[in-house]
């Protein structure tokens, strides 16, 4: 079946360091992917997504590319802020009739300044 | 922007009170979830509806059930509430013809069963 592993959190960062949260799935065929983030006390939002192999998701400063050959998703960016301090979710999709998320268990981000 | 709204972001309950969390979208969407999300363990589907009056259970329907009479509310209702039941609950909706959208998530309401 379809799954998601993340990296376990907390990670730890100071500000302006650089951000890696690793994801990688299990899927069949070709699923789309996604980076969900929740600010405390929030929902979740839609950070990036990417739908098909090499494609590179960005926004707000996140970058993800899609590896199908190493089947992994990981988020990055180049100098976090003390604003980014939330949990993120990877997720990967599946086109059919319910259009059903596999979510991946969240890793917490806290940045100092 | 497509929106899903929660009616209440803080809710405090009896243990065996009967309890409706109401979600509505305004997107026309089809697909409509009910999750609860606890510490260590992430987000676990509750129910999910792709039509009016269609439900489906999710991984942990035991406790709950569900109504859609409207395509646009989707309400998750706890029969008789229990302390263990205290959790984060997120209502999400999606488009079918729009596979690649991913879901749009409410603010969640936070449930305090006491």
């Known amino acids: 079946g379809n799954s998601v592993t993340q990296m376990e959190g907390p990670v730890t960062l100071s500000e302006e360091a650089f951000l890696t949260i690793n994801c990688t799935y299990t899927?069949?065929?070709?699923?789309?992917l996604f980076w969900y983030v929740q600010y405390p006390g929030e929902g979740l939002q839609l950070l990036l997504k990417?739908?098909?192999?090499?494609d590179k998701g960005s926004n707000k400063g996140f970058e993800a590319t899609y590896r199908k050959e190493t089947t992994s998703f990981h988020l990055e960016k180049g100098s976090v802020q003390v604003s980014d301090s939330a949990v993120y979710f990877c997720?990967?999709?599946?086109?059919?009739?319910?259009?059903?998320?596999?979510f991946g268990g969240g890793t917490r981000l806290m940045v100092k300044p | 922007d497509v929106k899903v709204t929660q009616s209440s972001r803080y809710l405090v309950k009896r243990t065996g009170e009967k309890v409706f969390l109401e979600c509505v979208q305004d997107?026309?969407?089809?697909?409509m979830f009910w999750y609860r999300q606890d510490p260590g363990l992430g987000l676990r589907l509750i129910y999910f509806?792709?039509?009016?009056?269609?439900?489906e259970k999710g991984d942990i329907p035991e406790g709950y059930s569900v109504s859609r009479e409207k395509k646009e509310r989707f309400s998750l209702i706890l029969e008789s509430a229990s302390t263990n039941q205290t959790s984060m609950y997120l209502c999400?909706?999606?488009?079918?013809?729009?596979?690649?959208?991913?879901?749009?998530f409410g603010s969640g309401t936070r449930l305090t069963v006491v």
């Open positions: 997107m026309d969407h089809e697909n």
């Open positions: 899927a069949t065929g070709y699923p789309s």
């Open positions: 997720a990967l999709g599946r086109g059919n009739a319910g259009n059903m998320l596999t």
């Open positions: 990417a739908t098909k192999a090499d």
């Open positions: 999400a909706s999606s488009l079918i013809a729009a596979p690649n959208y991913g879901y749009t």
């Open positions: 509806s792709y039509d009016v009056k269609m439900k």
